[in-house]
T-cell receptor
Framework: GDSVTQMEGPVTLSEEAFLTINCTYT??????LFWYVQYPGEGLQLLLK?????DKGSNKGFEATYRKETTSFHLEKGSVQVSDSAVYFCALSGAQAGTALIFGKGTTLSVSS | KAGVTQTPRYLIKTRGQQVTLSCSPI?????VSWYQQTPGQGLQFLFE???????NKGNFPGRFSGRQFSNSRSEMNVSTLELGDSALYLCASSGTDFSYEQYFGPGTRLTVT
């Protein structure tokens, strides 16, 4: 079945450092790919999305490119802030699971000043 | 536009009891999905309702059920609660017939003792 694998955390960075969180997927067909973020005590917020190969999703300085050849959707940000500290989830939808979102395990990011 | 709302936010129940959780989607959204989030299993899809019909279902026992009303509000019911049902239950809504972009509520934290 469909699955998402993302790098284990926690990831600890200093403010203004470069961030990469790796995400790879296994799916039949052509899924849509997403990054969600969860702040402590809250639900999930959609951070960015890409619906077809070579699409780049971007929002709030975060970017991710849908790479079909490597089945990857890595999240990047050039300069992280303390306020970016949260748990980040990579997810896919639209393949074998249909409308259901299939999530990775999540990566905790901690940014210190 | 108001976001997805879930009630109650916190709930404590005893093993063997049943519980009903409520979700109001974003105005105009007709699809509502439910997810369970636990530290061990991560985020898992429970089911999705669209226009009062269950359109998709995850791999959960029959103790977990749901329904959707004509105003798109949805309820989720868990009968014969087990300790392992303690989790954050998240509701998400999406806006078009087969949109894979979902918007989440803050969740209901269920504790089973």
């Amino acid at each position: 079945g469909d699955s998402v694998t993302q790098m284990e955390g926690p990831v600890t960075l200093s403010e203004e450092a470069f961030l990469t969180i790796n995400c790879t997927y296994t799916a039949t067909g052509y899924p849509s790919l997403f990054w969600y973020v969860q702040y402590p005590g809250e639900g999930l917020q959609l951070l960015l999305k890409a619906t077809k190969a070579d699409d780049k999703g971007s929002n709030k300085g975060f970017e991710a490119t849908y790479r079909k050849e490597t089945t990857s959707f890595h999240l990047e940000k050039g300069s992280v802030q303390v306020s970016d500290s949260a748990v980040y989830f990579c997810a896919l939808s639209g393949a074998q699971a249909g409308t259901a979102l299939i999530f990775g395990k999540g990566t905790t990011l901690s940014v210190s000043s | 536009k108001a976001g997805v709302t879930q009630t109650p936010r916190y709930l404590i129940k005893t093993r063997g009891q049943q519980v009903t959780l409520s979700c109001s989607p974003i105005s105009g959204h007709r699809s509502v999905s439910w997810y369970q989030q636990t530290p061990g299993q991560g985020l898992q899809f429970l089911f999705e309702y669209f226009s009062e019909t269950q359109r998709n279902k995850g791999n959960f026992p029959g103790r977990f059920s749901g329904r959707q009303f004509s105003n798109s509000r949805s309820e989720m019911n868990v009968s014969t609660l087990e300790l392992g049902d303690s989790a954050l239950y998240l509701c998400a809504s999406s806006g078009t017939d087969f949109s894979y972009e979902q918007y989440f509520g803050p969740g209901t934290r269920l504790t089973v003792t």
